[in-house]
């Protein structure tokens, strides 16, 4: 079966520092894979998706970066954090590409990120 | 036209009692409609999820019924029980529409809260 692990689970960071989270798919090849951002009681913002390494797509300009620098590997960067950049940070993954198939996403556990 | 609007923001019911959560799309495009079940600090998980070529699918105490020509869906949850206060957040997607365009688009959430 596929697992999808997130890490770490919680961070506390200094504004002006930077940023490294990453997501591994275990059980499954070529998955696409999203990076969504929750802020506290809200909802789910989609901020990259990837159809495969290599091939980031960004949906929302903004303070952070993604790579896939693996088939199973996907990773959100910033260089410097914002106070605004503090969340929830989710990572999904499909067996299909966007538009191909029903859009089966499952998520990770995510990411508690605190900016001070 | 890609939004997905979900109403109530918020829900209380008593334990045994049948809450319900409702969807409004417009593009009449839509093909695969999930349900994510949300618990504090963890997260999302595919729920329940519908097609348009049926009216209603159940799943244990969880129950979609899908208005075609009202472009509505809700989600009916059954005997609920304590165990199932969490957000929920429905969603919608495209298939043969590659790129961001086939992407989920995510209601903005319910929080469920079901007393004892």
């Known amino acids: 079966s596929q697992t999808i692990h997130q890490w770490p689970a919680t961070l506390v960071q200094p504004v002006g520092s930077p940023l490294s989270l990453e997501c591994t798919v275990e059980?499954?090849?070529?998955?696409?894979l999203y990076w969504y951002r929750q802020a506290a009681g809200r909802g789910l913002q989609l901020l990259f998706y990837?159809?495969?390494?290599?091939?980031i797509s960004s949906e929302v300009p903004q303070n952070l970066s993604a790579s896939r620098p693996q088939d199973r590997q996907f990773i959100l960067s910033s260089k410097k954090l914002l106070l605004s950049d503090s969340g929830f940070y989710l990572c999904?993954?499909?067996?299909?590409?966007?538009?191909?198939?029903?859009?089966?996403?499952?998520f990770g556990p995510g990411t508690r990120l605190t900016v001070l | 036209q890609q939004q997905v609007k979900q109403s109530p923001q918020s829900l209380i019911v008593q334990k045994g009692g049948i809450p319900i959560i409702n969807c409004a799309y417009e593009?009449?495009?839509?093909?695969?409609f999930p349900w994510y079940q949300q618990f504090p600090g963890k997260g999302p998980a595919l729920l329940i999820a519908?097609?348009?070529?049926?009216s209603e699918k159940k799943e244990g105490r969880f129950t979609i019924s899908f208005n075609k020509s009202a472009k509505q869906f809700s989600l009916h949850i059954m005997d609920s029980q304590p165990g199932d206060s969490a957000t929920y957040f429905c969603?919608?997607?495209?298939?043969?529409?590659?790129?961001?365009?086939?992407?989920?688009?995510f209601g903005k959430g319910t929080k469920l809260s079901v007393k004892p």
């Open positions: 999904a993954w499909s067996p299909n590409p966007p538009g191909a198939g029903y859009n089966e996403q499952f």
């Open positions: 059980g499954t090849s070529n998955p696409n």
């Open positions: 990837s159809v495969g390494i290599g091939q």
């Open positions: 593009n009449t495009a839509f093909d695969y």
């Open positions: 519908i097609r348009p070529d049926v």
């Open positions: 969603a919608a997607s495209i298939r043969g529409y590659g790129g961001s365009q086939g992407n989920l688009i």
